[in-house]
């Protein structure tokens, strides 16, 4: 089932061990053996991604030479625009939806000569920690089928943890891809706010969203960064930075003197005793990698979920008035234009996407706008605070990615605020605008994988890279794979 990292099909394809529609081929037969059971793509792309693997190999075989990501399979999750072929952010209102253009990142990832081989599944509108929001089927997590992958990148952290393609991107506003990547057993990033452009990226709360890679190794998200990062002109929010190539932090040995800090408030109530307890033995290992190890708190950190669900809340609102069934998606048939658009919502939307556009317009509406969003974003600058208060201390924090291992499809769904706990440790880093990443760290008794999360500061991409790669360098966990 293992494909190979990037470097090792790369490594085939320039010697001509493998061609570039051998490896397509061999991962849409991969797609089509456990897709049955995983569901984590919307769309497969087969006869777009064989015609891409074809280009490629008629480059090897004039002798050209080839960059590190040409011919290589890569799943994207379904809430980014890719011209021509249906974006459907799982929703039904955007059922028959195909953009007239093509994301900033996927188009990057294309011109590089990468291969998407589908659409993965997503709870609707990126609005979810399980998958199950999903306008169209529920992804299972490889690991235990009974059990969800996470959310709300659920399907591009399940296909890559079940080997139907090498990398895949994800979006995360509050942990959607950092949470899946843990229970999924995968290594997921989410950069910098504004590293990585949102053009065609389908809006949920503007001020947090962030486009980032799902893989097997540290070093192919770095290799995935390196492509998809830097300054576009049609975000607005785009950071005008230099880009370093994130590959040459990639070192065995841990650099004398490495702060890290650990987040005391991350180890109290709420968190499963197992994953508590493995995440202090990956501590550890740093510890005997040569960090140094100290305790940090940040004590405004608790108060991220209430700010979150405010503050993304009231982005969703104002995003998603755009689907008023004018322009696209699908339109209900009505007597008059407010019954239009009221039929259409109703019909078109799931019942967590109304939860948060309700929740979002009554704090945005007037006499309750200084109460709750306002109050909001006045805290979510303390929680900041805290952080930059904590980086004058260490290079990089750490803690659970998500206080529990995978947990069963529909235990879930009827209480709403347990399912929001599961974003408990990610959100504070998308308030902060910070990067994080989660990397496999163990398993529970039942063989569930576990994550470990890491923080550094605002573009110090580096610290994590570095960190990150040397601890899975010493450890065994990222080459463990489900058995389907």
Known sequence: MYQGSIKELHQQLVSKERSAVEIAQATLKQI??????????????????????????????????LGMLEGIPLGVKDNMCTKGIKTTCASQILANFVPPYESTVTQKLKDVGMIVV???????????????????????????????PGGSSGGSAAAVAAGECVVSLGSDTGGSIRQPASFCGVVGLKPTYGLVSRFGLVAYASSLDQIGPFSRTVEDSAILLNAIAGYDQNDSTSLKVDIPDYTQYLQPELKKGLKVGIITETFG?????????????????LEALGAEVKEISCPRFRYGLPVYYMIASSEASANLARYDAVKYGIREESENLLEMYTNTRASGFGAEVKRRIMLGTYALSAGYYDAYYLKAQK??????????????????????????????????????????????????????GLPGISIPCGFDSQGLPIGLQLIS????????????????QATEWHKKQPKL
């Open 269 to 285: 109530e709420g968190l499963d005793s197992v994953v508590a307890e493995t995440v202090k033995k990956a501590i550890s290992q």
């Open 457 to 472: 500061n605002v573009l110090r991409e580096d610290v994590l890279f570095h960190t990150a790669h040397a601890y899975e």
């Open 32 to 65: 089509e053996t456990v897709e049955p059971k995983v569901k984590a793509f919307l769309a497969v792309t087969a006869d777009q991604a064989l015609a891409t693997a074809k280009e490629v190999d008629a480059k090897i075989a004039a002798g050209e030479s």
């Open 118 to 148: 589908g659409k993965t599944n997503l709870d609707e509108f990126a609005m979810g920690s399980s998958t199950e929001n999903s306008g169209y089927q529920t992804t299972a997590n490889p690991w235990d089928l009974e059990r969800v």
């Open 379 to 432: 805290v979510r600058t303390l929680i900041k605070q805290d952080f930059d208060q904590a980086f004058n201390d260490v290079d990089v924090l750490v803690c659970p990615t998500a206080p529990s291992t995978a947990f069963k499809a529909g235990e879930k769904t009827d209480d709403p605020l347990a399912m929001y706990l599961s974003d408990l440790m990610t959100i504070p880093v998308n308030l902060a």
